[in-house]
């Protein structure tokens, strides 16, 4: 068996990091041409995507194929990244109790690495045979690829818990890009119901073939999310379409940058209370420091006090973020865009007070997609 430094050094080159708009995971190079498999999830409902690679260098992509239903993308780097494909496990493998190799790459952070084995082994589905492993990577909330003990392979792991989807499940989506990489320039990703197969575009919530709701779309009970409507309305004026950055049953997500300010986009959440009569947009500022927490409260509480209007300064796990809450009839008649400008003008600000103050660096993304909700 080969060693797991040996392992991690042989198929890390292959690992790439993946960001589309809010989402984000790892994958890895599947074909000669260049082509990453990565899952559904890293890329969300995105066209295009960043990709991280291991020598440092980070290249544009564009997503050229989707299978929802197996929650798996396919992108191509617009330039050659000239990387070594991984190898595929054979279908069988590996079998339960086998030891495995989860590995993640997140931006330019070093590669994570979590050995494991194989827990379950499912009954076969009609796409997929089922494997779950009980390794789990810190920085892998969009899924991350799986190897066997020979480098090879498995599959992506879309989440802690969750079946992987194997290699072999989507072996044949694979060849068929498997051509030059000019042949797929004008491919894009289309959707279909997981449970008909119904196309379906990202406006609607249901679909029309079968009824089922789509994967995008949360409700609660049989009905609607309440303030939905208003959440949608709002997006629209920016340009969104909602169910695209949609990240929770009332949570949805985008990047926005600042006007004449720093040219870094920042991440704003939107989330409704229960009623759906406020909806509340927070952007994070910085990551607490490591110690004297004890003035940074003061600090948070004394600028709440004084200084900062309709926003409010808060912590949400271990992160600052700035917020204001508004009633949703309220704010879909406002000039929402200019709202969202005047949001990332006091981010701005105050990033440049914590930095000053502390020593923070500040934060415009958050890369755990459960930190703010």
Same mark, same amino acid.
């Given at each position: 068996?080969?060693?797991?430094?040996?392992?991690?050094?042989?198929?890390?080159?292959?690992?790439?990091?993946?960001?589309?708009?809010?989402?984000?995971?790892?994958?890895?190079?599947?074909? &000669?041409?260049?082509?990453?498999?990565? +899952?559904?999830?890293?890329?969300?409902?995105?066209?295009?995507?960043?990709?991280?690679?291991?020598?440092?260098? !980070?290249?544009? &992509?564009?997503?050229?194929? #989707?299978?929802?239903?197996?929650?798996?993308?396919?992108?191509?780097?617009?330039?050659?990244?000239?990387?070594?494909?991984?190898?595929?496990?054979?279908?069988?493998?590996?079998?339960?109790?086998?030891?495995?190799?989860?590995? /993640?790459?997140?931006?330019?952070? $070093?590669?994570?690495?979590?050995?494991?084995?194989?827990?379950?082994?499912?009954?076969?589905?009609? *796409?997929?045979?089922?494997?779950?492993?009980?390794?789990?990577?810190?920085?892998?909330?969009?899924?991350?690829?799986?190897?066997?003990?020979?480098? %090879?392979? #498995?599959?992506?792991?879309?989440?802690?818990?969750?079946?992987?989807? +194997?290699?072999?499940?989507?072996?044949?989506?694979?060849?068929?890009?498997?051509?030059? $990489?000019?042949?797929?320039?004008?491919? /894009?990703?289309?959707?279909?119901?997981?449970?008909?197969?119904?196309?379906?575009?990202?406006?609607?919530? *249901?679909?029309?073939?079968?009824? =089922?709701?789509?994967? @995008?779309?949360?409700?609660?009970?049989?009905?609607?999310?309440? /303030?939905?409507?208003?959440?949608?309305?709002?997006?629209? +004026?920016?340009?969104?379409?909602?169910?695209?950055?949609?990240?929770? $049953?009332?949570?949805? %997500?985008?990047?926005?940058?600042?006007? /004449?300010?720093?040219?870094?986009?920042? !991440?704003?959440?939107? *989330?409704?209370?229960?009623?759906? !009569?406020?909806?509340?947009?927070?952007?994070?500022?910085?990551?607490?420091?490591?110690?004297?927490?004890?003035?940074?409260?003061?600090?948070?509480?004394?600028?709440?006090?004084?200084? +900062?209007?309709?926003? @409010?300064?808060?912590?949400?796990?271990?992160?600052?973020?700035?917020?204001?809450?508004?009633?949703?009839?309220?704010?879909?008649?406002?000039?929402?865009? =200019?709202?969202?400008?005047?949001?990332? *003008?006091?981010?701005?600000?105050?990033?440049?007070?914590?930095?000053?103050?502390?020593?923070? =660096?500040?934060?415009?993304?958050?890369?755990?997609?459960?930190?703010?909700?």
């Amino acid at each position: 068996m080969i060693g797991l430094a040996d392992l991690a050094a042989r198929v890390r080159p292959a690992i790439v990091g993946v960001s589309a708009g809010a989402a984000g995971g790892s994958g890895y190079v599947a074909r &000669a041409n260049g082509v990453i498999a990565a +899952t559904h999830r890293s890329v969300g409902y995105q066209l295009e995507a960043l990709l991280d690679l291991d020598d440092g260098r !980070q290249v544009a &992509a564009r997503v050229v194929a #989707v299978d929802v239903a197996r929650g798996v993308a396919f992108l191509l780097p617009k330039s050659p990244i000239a990387v070594a494909p991984l190898k595929v496990a054979p279908a069988a493998a590996p079998r339960l109790g086998d030891s495995v190799l989860a590995l /993640g790459r997140s931006g330019r952070e $070093p590669l994570a690495i979590a050995p494991g084995i194989v827990c379950a082994v499912g009954p076969s589905g009609e *796409r997929e045979r089922r494997l779950r492993i009980d390794a789990a990577l810190d920085n892998a909330d969009g899924g991350h690829p799986v190897v066997d003990t020979q480098g %090879r392979i #498995v599959g992506l792991a879309p989440g802690r818990g969750e079946w992987l989807v +194997t290699a072999a499940s989507y072996e044949a989506d694979l060849a068929a890009l498997d051509v030059p $990489p000019a042949e797929l320039a004008e491919r /894009g990703p289309s959707y279909a119901c997981p449970s008909c197969d119904e196309p379906f575009s990202l406006e609607i919530d *249901r679909c029309l073939g079968c009824g =089922a709701v789509l994967p @995008h779309a949360r409700v609660v009970g049989d009905g609607p999310v309440p /303030g939905e409507r208003a959440a949608k309305d709002i997006l629209a +004026t920016l340009g969104v379409v909602a169910n695209k950055v949609r990240v929770g $049953p009332r949570a949805w %997500r985008v990047l926005r940058a600042l006007a /004449g300010g720093s040219g870094v986009p920042a !991440q704003v959440t939107l *989330r409704l209370d229960e009623e759906g !009569q406020h909806v509340v947009c927070r952007v994070p500022l910085a990551r607490l420091p490591a110690a004297h927490h004890e003035a940074l409260y003061r600090l948070l509480l004394t600028l709440n006090d004084q200084t +900062t209007g309709l926003y @409010h300064l808060s912590l949400a796990g271990d992160i600052v973020a700035l917020s204001f809450t508004e009633s949703t009839a309220f704010l879909r008649e406002r000039d929402v865009a =200019a709202q969202f400008q005047d949001l990332l *003008r006091n981010a701005e600000h105050y990033r440049k007070v914590l930095g000053e103050a502390f020593g923070v =660096a500040p934060m415009h993304e958050i890369t755990s997609p459960g930190a703010t909700s």
